[in-house]
């Protein structure tokens, strides 16, 4: 019971330095919210650590941080190994595949009255399919290498892409696309000069949810069949041989890929549309 004690203590400390630095004067400060977050995980790990710890929580259960570290530094070849199979061929080429498809379908539906009435109601009702339902099927189609996973991913990532992108293209204003009209400016003018550049924060919006969906998409889709690598086939045959904690290291390489992708999205973001508002500041 010592350990939860400095549990319960640890998390007092932790709640009190963070509230102090979040309510200071110097709150808005980049050193500040850098720092809050980082005192708040490290004090869930911290947590977590003890009460495992203290309650002797059986690994098959929870973990300790510290027997996930251990296992995470005995396995980073497989580790890596599972994670260029996953993230760099299924999710990042799946992503870029139907993120460019999206976007060049958005042009398209754009000029056109009837592909837009027709084709996203389609698209709502693709984007409410089950991943589950049809990640296997598509793995029948594609083999079970890492262009099923691709197709799985695009799936996913394009009608969420596409939603954005053409409500982006139609954020110009009547009024504004009427001047452009009276400068006389073609279609592809008037795109370049104003309905893109209008457009990029949507864009960019379905970017990033489009970070996350690849990667649940590609892990997901390796339950229904993989070669003998990859962080989803690695996850559900861990859990069969009651090995948690290999199933929360493949966990903490999903989280690290997906903090990274969506904060160099993110950073893309910033440069790009640092004429928009929300950048301001």
Request: hydrophobic share 60%; aromatic share 12%.
């Amino acid at each position: 019971m010592v350990m939860v004690a400095f549990a319960v203590a640890l998390w007092g400390v932790g709640w009190w330095v963070n509230t102090r630095l979040a309510e200071g004067p110097n709150s808005g400060s980049r050193a500040v919210q850098l720092a809050v977050p980082l005192i708040f995980g490290l004090t869930v790990i911290g947590v977590w650590e003890l009460l495992v710890r203290g309650l002797d929580v059986p690994l098959v259960i929870l973990p300790a941080p510290s027997t996930i570290a251990v296992r995470f530094s005995d396995s980073i070849p497989i580790l890596w190994a599972d994670f260029v199979q996953t993230i760099l061929k299924g999710a990042l080429s799946g992503y870029l595949i139907g993120c460019i498809a999206a976007f060049l379908t958005a042009i398209a539906v754009d000029r056109s009255d009837f592909l837009r009435m027709g084709l996203l109601p389609v698209g709502s009702f693709a984007a409410a399919l089950p991943i589950v339902g049809t990640a296997p099927i598509l793995v029948m189609w594609f083999g079970f290498d890492w262009e099923s996973k691709a197709a799985v991913v695009v799936v996913m990532v394009f009608f969420p892409m596409l939603v954005n992108t053409v409500a982006g293209l139609r954020e110009a204003t009547a009024m504004q696309r009427d001047l452009m009209e009276t400068y006389a400016a073609s279609y592809w003018q008037s795109f370049f000069k104003l309905r893109l550049p209008a457009a990029m924060p949507f864009i960019f919006n379905g970017l990033k949810i489009s970070t996350t969906l690849s990667l649940i998409g590609a892990i997901v889709a390796e339950f229904f069949g993989s070669p003998t690598v990859g962080m989803g086939f690695r996850i559900s045959t861990s859990v069969g041989q009651l090995s948690l904690d290999m199933v929360w290291a493949e966990i903490v390489v999903a989280a690290l890929a997906g903090t990274a992708f969506y904060g160099m999205v993110a950073m893309i973001e910033k440069a790009v549309t640092f004429w928009h508002p929300s950048q301001r500041g």
